[in-house]
């Protein structure tokens, strides 16, 4: 999942120069209020909860859907057999073909090929065994491409799908209205809990302690 974070440390730090340091004097003022200021709301709790099935939800799919397909994948990738060249260079003062699971030669052919020089002045043979090489790693790429590309796709959309919903989950918590300091206290919790304390929820807790100074 691709969510800003930041350590909580820091961003507590930060707020507690400004109106982050009114959270004591808040909560001795929302204690008139024992009962408000002892219990959530329920618009935060059924979010946090909400989250929580999402999240679950996720993992889920990772651990007994996407991770097996993808070993499943990469196993049936790598079984895709490298190939050889007909072509055979001296190297070692002997003949030899080039293989295409020298990732190193197959680098150096593309580059060899990319440079108009080598067209000139290399040795025909020498260019013709780099040209092969570099159309057989390249029919092996897109035979391992090949391989169920369609269900790779479907995995990754489902991905990103529950992926963006966790991160809304997320932001429906942090933009969630307050009520009291029991309130606030909920959202910070669950903040440091999922590692979220990025610029944009650091500042609406800000204006969540505007809203409950406000209030006292």
């Known amino acids: ?14 707020m507690t120069t400004g109106p982050i340091a009114l959270l004591p004097a808040l909560a001795v003022m ?15 709790a059924e979010r946090i909860n909400a989250y929580r099935r999402i999240d679950r939800q996720y993992w889920h799919f990772v651990e007994t859907v ?3 397909a993808m070993a499943a994948l990469r196993k049936a990738q790598a079984a895709v057999p490298h190939r050889e060249t007909s072509r055979q260079l001296w190297c070692d003062d002997q003949l ?14 593309r580059r060899f ?4 020089r080598s067209r000139r002045e290399a040795d025909p043979e020498y260019w013709d065994a780099m040209a092969e090489l570099v159309s057989l ?14 269900r790779v796709e479907q995995l990754r959309q489902r991905d990103d799908e ?27 919790a669950f903040l440091d809990e999922t590692d979220n304390w990025n610029d944009e929820y650091r500042a609406r ?3 969540d302690i505007h809203v409950l100074a406000g209030r006292a």
């Open 1 to 14: 999942m691709a969510t800003q974070t930041h350590n909580r440390r820091s961003a507590i730090a930060i």
């Open 137 to 150: 790693a390249d029919e092996r790429r897109n035979a391992v491409n090949a391989l169920d590309a369609k």
């Open 30 to 44: 929302q204690c008139s209020s024992k009962a408000e200021a002892a219990s959530t709301s329920p618009v935060i």
């Open 162 to 188: 529950l992926c963006n919903k966790v991160c809304e989950a997320i932001s429906a918590v942090a933009e969630a209205p307050v009520r009291s300091v029991a309130d606030l206290s909920a959202k910070v």
């Open 66 to 68: 996407h991770d097996p």
């Open 205 to 207: 807790i800000i204006a």
């Open 96 to 109: 030899q073909a080039l293989r295409t699971d020298d990732d190193a030669m197959v680098q150096f052919a």
């Open 113 to 116: 090929l990319a440079n108009p």
